[in-house]
């Protein structure tokens, strides 16, 4: 199931029943406003890896279980993996191959030249390209501590 616990994107919910790992109970709670009052386990040595609302006054979240997202080792929606939160079904994030020629040229130096780019389409986003590394002149680029995160 999915849960908007923040407005930007969902969480995953599973029913108990189908949680195959051992809930240990913490003895920690941690409170929501509008979800009631958190019971917190330990899965496998992780603190805190899991939480369940069985008071909580909305219904549907009571046999349900949230893992912390840092305490699984790996996501999946079916067969592909998802990073750093689950996907926001009402938006779109297609990544298409394409067969169009991309070429990226800075001060008259040719930095990227492709002919098999990937376009990013995001809803409310301009398309973007991503090139296979070795159509990229990396001898050209220089590294920065700047990191994205997008599931």
Same mark, same amino acid.
């Given at each position: ?27 920690? !709670? ?34 349900? *279980? ?5 305490? *699984? ?60 590394? !070795? ?10 501590? !700047?990191? !994205?995160?997008?599931?």
């Amino acid at each position: 199931m999915l849960v908007w616990e923040v407005p930007y994107y969902p969480t995953y919910y599973f029913p108990r029943q189908d949680v195959a790992v051992e809930l240990k109970p913490s003895g920690r !709670t941690v409170h929501s406003p509008s979800r009631g009052e958190a019971v917190l386990f330990d899965v496998e040595g992780v603190a805190d890896a899991a939480l369940a609302y069985p008071d909580s006054p909305i219904e549907e979240l009571r046999d349900h *279980v949230r893992f912390e997202w840092e305490a *699984v080792d790996a996501w999946f929606e079916e067969d592909e993996e998802v990073y750093v939160h689950a996907r926001d079904p009402y938006t779109r994030v297609d990544v298409l191959p394409s067969s169009r020629h991309v070429r990226v040229e800075v001060d008259g130096v040719t930095v990227a030249d492709s002919r098999s780019p990937r376009i990013l389409f995001e809803t409310g986003l301009p398309p973007r390209y991503y090139l296979p590394k !070795t159509d990229i002149r990396l001898d050209l680029l220089t590294p920065t501590g !700047t990191v !994205t995160h997008c599931p």
